[in-house]
């Protein structure tokens, strides 16, 4: 996975994440894809969803997701 092109845009993915993830709004962001988007949340309903949410933060303050999915 590439590294995000700015600071900037991984500080507000991971707010995003901190405060929408727990809906999968950030896979919207993230990824353009309503149907992860779906699964997270139901799986938050379950452990799995938590763990995952804290996974997605941790890979956006290090940068690990592309912001724009096209490139």
Do not use: Q
């Not at 309903?45 to 995952?52: K, N, P, T």
Request: hydrophobic share 55%; glycine share 8%.
């Amino acid at each position: 996975m590439a590294k995000s092109s700015s600071t900037g845009d991984r500080i507000i993915l991971f707010i995003i994440c901190l405060f929408l993830g727990w809906f999968g709004i950030d896979k919207l962001y993230m990824k353009g894809s309503w149907k992860i988007a779906l699964v997270k949340f139901l799986l938050c309903f379950l452990i799995i969803g938590e763990i995952w949410n804290i996974y997605d933060m941790v890979c956006a303050l290090l940068g690990r997701y592309k912001l724009n999915p096209l490139d």
